[in-house]
């Protein structure tokens, strides 16, 4: 309490007391012992006490704080009504704050929470428990308290107390000695003494004990891994179905309770309460099960339900005997039966395939899993109820990667597997863990770049197969064996199919209702007959090169969802079938509008009263005539409302299109999403209102301009090349803008920074006008800021810009920026500077020596750059990626590179030939993939000298070297490089004649080697590759002549030989000599030719 005592009187109003130490040392507890303390309510009017962890927000803090004070916040909605009230509460009176596990190291959002504390009583104390020191500098206004470890006596105690369950350690004599050893172990560390002792005290054997104590977790440094080696065993040693992420009591309470009660206070629910904390329970602890069994407990409000499944027997199932968590099963066996398949259903999507929402529903409307309501209403939005009702109910997550994507948890996707057994398989990988049989009905496959014929292999056996999902494992064009083909095609019972270009007999699978041919980029022509599939639901052939539909696109009656329509040239359908397809909903692309036959034709299509599309984009081609007026809208006789349910409108490449005559304010009620696009000859302006308006994109406009739409909902804008547009004022919610060629100047600037308090993201292209970066004080939710080629500009002020954490500046002059401290932007994360000619040095220094959280740097083209200036003795510690690309005035690398940046896993040199050397201490030891190209001076050091020391990089697995005229006729020497390789390019080596032996035959764990444009090359020596070889790429090597295929080894699985004629000779299907000698090898390409 001396922390507290009202004789310690500062000057300071508030008193902000950092408790400092390491994880485990028990800075909560004794955060909580002073907060409980009876004699704290005498000495404070308020008190509040809030964990703040990782993610810093200072709404939810304040919002805490006044729940914590016992004041409502009315639903208050933004930070600044509810400071506004904290600040009313706290006004005169002393209060106690205790904000703890803090992490924030940024100074502004400290500031912006504590701004309304000010108004408390003198005396008044904050608290703040955290592990960094930095954190208690920037919010300290009197010394630190800095926690101290346990003595061994108190340690002792503390790690008896647990694992003896209270009772005497002298009644355990043969466990003593084994446990003050243990403790001696945890480094005087209460949390570690606590952490053993509860795992202690269920193994009262010996046995178990030396167990612990010998275990070689203790050997692992703290600093590895951060984490105590104490912790790390007492996880180690839980069963497996706990390791899967545990919660405090209090924290799986709290879940359960967000999903279970919607939000509301549970204190709301009485009769429910208690029954609720008994569930929790018997959830373990765990995260997945608390949001699961909450999420299907909120639409089950009666008590009766609640003990179903308090009491459900299935709790009694061991996890070992399914592998599913007992709380997720009973989320699934308490589902609705219309959810129930639908949920099952999604087990044909792969672990962690991202989807969005419509996929599964259109896949759930083609397998007829949707039941239309009482009112007949429709099918898509019953399909988005069902997706909301999973969502909510946990069985469905957003994606961390694209924003718009969900996935299915681990664990969740084991339950869907689990619940359809055999009927739903999943081809992975080479296909071995799929179990093919006569059950099954449902199948998707994961195609990998290359899928061989025996991945196929019992595709035979699935006779009455009904769905074909075919996910892409890369972006690149696929080849999948013609075994695949065939067994398709003679499925007849098929009613899903997701594939690339198919032969014209796919119109025989009269039951087929959904073709998903997405990404199919060398797919030209679509199936002739397709009017015979009279049953398809759902088209999907976006991503494709088709140049036209085929005829007879109308006769589709029940067609919803064709994700785009292409207009040929005097063959295929016309925009008229469109018209007779009644039921299109979603989106629609419809391309080579330049190919409408008559202006009758476009108002046939009726496109303004299909009420359920909800995406339309119109795309021109080529030069026509062409507006957007009577024709679209039925020559004035659309109603006061058309296009009633479009979300997102985009038009392309309309290079006659003149003028956009909107017949009413009231057009596009419900539109979000504007794009325009390569318009030069639009003028006047756009729709006046357009009130639901989110995002609004403008390319090559020239003429356009005027007001902008009013649109009080907008928060992302793009203006490329529209100079005519009057930018103010912009809505105030804005959160990302990209202007383009604009005639912006500084005041303009300026008054936009101040107007949009909550942007995120500003990129400037081209803008002339500005000369200088506004020294307002810039919104501290702008994250990301990118400049090109604003050639006037002085950027002397970018650094006032101290929220931003990814800066990317692209332009020849940048004046002020001679020097670019990489500690001045305490933010920042990555860092690209391109082109950049005033630019001559990086430095850091320890007066800007924030240099945390960068952790990656791109310099590109920056000529006049000399030298990296890095203070002695100073660490970029989080980099991990850097790359310099034509720096052709660089001289050297950092001194001592291996210490400046410690933590570089990723190191690209390209075309910096003044570059010789690297510091005698070598490269950073966690480097993984090193690229050097274009950098003779460099390479040839690299040849020449040992000090790199490469060989000793125990995690280098990548080494790609390039371009370069250095003479060097053998490579690489022996233990030049790492056995940790796994795969190494060498590319255009204009004077490599062959490859070492002795240089290649210790990288045993080699899998990939590729060789590329090496035009001198001739021989490789027999047996040269490792055991572990399993690709080989060979490209235009014209005078290799020599590979005898007795030097591939067994290992080998992919084989590409192309524009090698000499090689290619020799290795030729059914010709070659050697070809009887790889034959075996699953794919293989020469030149064109793909074999598998």
């Excluded at 167990?211 to 105590?228: C, E, G, Q, V």
């Excluded at 499925?491 to 998903?516: D, H």
């Amino acid at each position: 309490m001396k922390l507290l005592d009202p004789q310690n009187l500062s000057e300071n109003q508030i008193d902000v007391i950092p408790i400092v130490g390491m994880g485990g040392l028990g800075k909560t507890t004794f955060a909580q012992l002073i907060y409980n303390d009876p004699r704290v309510d005498k000495l404070f009017d308020r008190k509040a006490w809030v964990c703040v962890s990782e993610e810093f927000d200072a709404f939810k803090v304040t919002k805490t704080i006044l729940e914590e004070i016992k004041c409502s916040n009315d639903g208050s909605e933004n930070l600044n009504q509810l400071q506004r009230k904290l600040k009313k509460q706290l006004s005169g009176k002393k209060y106690l704050i205790i904000l703890d596990d803090v992490w924030n190291k940024n100074y502004f959002h400290w500031k912006e929470l504590a701004s309304p504390c000010t108004s408390g009583a003198k005396n008044s104390k904050i608290i703040v428990t955290t592990r960094d020191e930095n954190v208690a500098a920037i919010m300290r206004n009197v010394p630190t308290y800095h926690l101290d470890v346990l003595s061994d006596d108190d340690c002792w105690k503390l790690f008896s107390k647990h694992a003896f369950d209270g009772s005497s350690p002298a009644k355990h004599p043969d466990l003593m000695a084994i446990g003050e050893a243990i403790v001696k172990r945890c480094g005087s560390l209460p949390l570690a003494a606590k952490a053993l002792g509860g795992l202690l005290r269920c193994k009262p054997d010996a046995d178990e004990w030396n167990k612990i104590l010998h275990s070689n977790f203790w050997d692992i440094p703290n600093d590895a891994t951060n984490i105590l080696p104490a912790l790390t065993l007492s996880y180690r040693y839980l069963p497996s179905h706990l390791k899967r992420y545990v919660l405090s009591d209090d924290d799986c309470w709290k879940l359960f309770s967000k999903h279970a009660f919607d939000g509301s206070s549970p204190a709301k629910h009485p009769d429910l309460m208690a029954i609720g904390e008994a569930i929790v329970k018997r959830c373990g602890s765990l995260p997945l099960a608390a949001k699961a069994l909450g999420g299907l407990l909120r639409c089950k409000p009666d008590a009766d339900e609640w003990n179903k499944i308090l009491h459900s027997n299935f709790w009694d199932i061991p996890n070992d005997a399914t592998n599913i968590l007992p709380a997720l099963t009973l989320s699934y066996r308490y589902l609705p039966s219309h959810l129930k398949r639908c949920f099952a259903y999604c087990s044909i999507f792969p672990k962690d395939y991202e989807f969005e929402k419509e996929e599964p529903i259109q896949l759930w409307m083609a397998k007829g899993l949707l039941e239309h309501s009482k009112d007949n209403g429709d099918l898509e939005e019953r399909g988005n109820e069902y997706f909301k009702d999973l969502r909510l109910r946990s069985f469905f997550q957003p994606s961390k990667g694209k924003k718009s994507c969900f996935v299915m948890h681990d664990l969740i996707s084991d339950l869907a597997k689990f619940v359809t057994g055999e009927s739903f398989c999943r081809l992975e990988g080479s296909g071995g863990s799929c179990v093919i049989t006569e059950k099954t009905r449902h199948m998707s496959n994961v195609q990998e770049l290359y899928d061989v014929r025996q991945k196929y292999q019992s595709l035979a056996k699935a006779k009455g197969l009904r769905t074909f999902l075919n996910t892409k494992s890369c972006w690149w064009p696929l080849y999948v064996s013609d075994v695949l083909m065939h067994d398709l095609m003679v499925k007849s019972s098929l009613r899903v199919l997701s594939f690339a270009g198919l032969p014209n007999s796919l119109c025989t699978l009269s039951n087929l209702q959904a073709l998903k041919l997405r990404g199919c980029y060398y797919l030209y022509e679509l199936l002739r007959d397709i009017e015979r599939l009279i049953n398809m639901l759902y088209l999907d052939i976006k991503g494709t090169k088709l140049t036209r539909m085929p005829e007879g696109m109308g006769r589709l009656k029940d067609l919803q969802i064709v994700t785009d329509f292409v207009l040929g040239c005097q063959t295929g359908s016309r925009i008229n079938e469109l018209g007779k397809l009644k039921h299109l909903r979603g989106r629609l692309s419809i391309s080579g509008l330049k190919n409408v036959a008559s202006a009758i034709d476009a108002k046939d299509a009726n496109l303004k009263d299909k009420v359920n599309l909800k995406e339309l984009e119109l795309i021109l081609g080529e030069d026509n005539d062409i507006d957007v007026g009577d024709e679209f809208y039925g020559y004035g006789q659309a109603s006061t409302k058309s296009f009633v349910s479009i979300e997102m409108l985009r038009f392309e490449n309309m290079k006659e299109w003149e003028e956009w005559c909107c017949w009413s304010d009231e057009a596009f009620p419900l539109l979000q999403e504007l794009c325009i696009r390569d318009c030069p000859k639009l003028t006047k302006s756009l729709p006046k209102r357009l009130t639901c308006l989110k995002k609004l994109k403008i390319v090559d406009c020239e003429k356009l301009g005027g007001l902008l739409p009013t649109a009080p909902s907008i928060f992302e804008l793009v203006l490329l090349k529209c100079k005519a547009f009057q930018l103010e004022p912009l809505a105030c919610g804005l959160r990302e803008l990209d202007i383009r060629d604009s005639n912006m100047d500084d005041s303009v600037l300026e008054q936009m920074l101040q107007r949009c308090t909550l942007i995120e993201k500003l990129s400037l292209w081209r803008c002339s006008e500005i000369r200088s970066l506004p020294e307002v004080r810039v919104p501290i939710t702008m994250k990301r800021f990118r400049i090109d080629s604003c050639e006037n500009l002085d950027y002397s002020n970018i650094f006032l810009y101290t929220s931003i954490e990814s800066l990317l500046i692209e332009s020849r002059k940048c004046h002020g920026l001679e020097s670019f401290p990489l500690g001045s932007l305490p933010m920042v994360k990555h860092v690209n500077i391109e082109g950049c000619e005033d630019l001559k040095f990086i430095s850091a220094t320890s007066e800007g020596s924030h240099h945390q959280h960068l952790n990656y740097l791109d310099i590109r083209f920056c000529q006049n750059l000399i030298s990296f200036q890095i203070e002695d003795g100073l660490a970029v510690t989080n980099l991990t990626q850097l790359v310099l690309f034509s720096c052709r005035s660089l001289k050297s690398l950092p001194e001592q590179m291996h210490s400046v940046f410690p933590s570089l896993e990723d190191l690209a040199i390209t075309d910096c030939p003044e570059i010789g050397r690297v510091s005698n201490e070598g490269l950073p030891s966690k480097l993984k993939k090193f690229t050097i190209s274009r950098s003779d001076k460099l390479i040839e050091s690299l040849i020449r000298k040992k000090e790199w020391s490469l060989h000793k990089l125990p995690s280098l697995t990548s080494f790609y070297i390039s371009y370069s005229e250095a003479e060097m006729e053998c490579f690489p020497d022996e233990h030049l490089l790492p056995s940790s390789l796994t795969s190494i390019e060498i590319s255009d080596l204009r004077n490599l004649k062959s490859l070492e032996y002795k240089g290649f035959q210790h990288l045993t764990s080699l899998c990939k080697l590729s060789i590329f444009s090496c035009p001198n090359l001739q021989t490789m020596p027999p047996n040269m590759f490792p055991s572990s070889l399993s690709c080989l790429f060979i490209f235009n090597c014209p005078k290799l002549q020599s590979m005898p295929p007795n030097m591939l080894p067994p290992s080998l699985s992919r084989l590409f030989i192309r524009e090698c004629p000499l090689l290619k000779e020799h290795f030729e299907k059914d010709k070659g000599k050697y070809w009887p000698n790889i034959s075996h090898i699953p794919v293989i390409q020469l030149d064109e030719q793909v074999i598998i």
